[in-house]
């Protein structure tokens, strides 16, 4: 236990490239129309009926959602508002996805603030439940459910979520211990 503790800005780090690579992979599908008789040639997957799917990385899906500022953009200057609340949500979740990078960034640079750990534990917890809540709104296809290995970047990203957390409330818990003990 005490190499975890007395090691912190390694395994932050390693969390940094796990985080990297989790969004390099795929996440999710963008969904073609193709007819059930013509095949799906890989890296496109046959998901369901009349529909193949393009394996999405993390990046990409972000970078995809960002694009919604300026379709807000445009809806706020037409007085279209009841067009922003999905475009918010995405983009909601966008930001809580990509934070943990920049939180944990920062305690690589300042590990002794307690309030960044804090902030850092917090922008992981949110994170984790963004990725499981994406992770359980594409599950609800039956046929889908046998693809879940090809999205092993959102697997991986709630995979580091989940030990980041719990690695931070040790960190937390023994930094803690030690500013009671002196």
């Known amino acids: 236990m005490s190499f975890i503790i007395g090691n912190t800005v390694f395994w932050r ?3 940094l490239a796990l985080l990297i690579v989790s969004m390099v992979g795929p996440w999710a599908f963008d969904l073609l129309s193709v007819p059930a008789q013509s095949s799906c040639d890989p890296p496109i997957v046959r998901l369901y009926g009349d529909f193949c799917g393009y394996p999405m990385s993390g990046f ?3 970078v995809s959602i960002s694009g919604g500022y300026f ?3 445009n809806a706020l200057i037409n007085g279209n508002i009841a067009a922003l609340l999905p475009e918010f949500i995405a983009l ?9 990078f920049f939180s944990t960034a920062l305690l690589v640079w ?4 307690r309030r960044l750990q804090i902030l850092n534990l917090t922008v ?3 994170a984790c439940l963004a990725t499981l809540t994406i992770f359980v709104l594409q599950s609800n ?3 889908f459910v046998h693809f879940f290995y090809l999205l092993w970047g959102i697997l991986l990203y709630i995979l580091v979520a989940i030990g980041t957390v719990i690695f ?3 960190v937390l818990r023994s930094n803690t211990k030690l500013s009671a003990e002196t």
């Open 71 to 73: 379709y807000m953009l």
């Open 168 to 170: 931070e409330i040790l």
């Open 60 to 62: 990409g899906a972000i």
């Open 141 to 143: 296809r039956d046929q």
């Open 13 to 15: 780090m390693f969390i």
């Open 110 to 113: 300042n590990k002794s603030s």
């Open 124 to 126: 992981w917890g949110l």
């Open 92 to 100: 909601f979740f966008t930001w809580i996805i990509v934070f943990p």
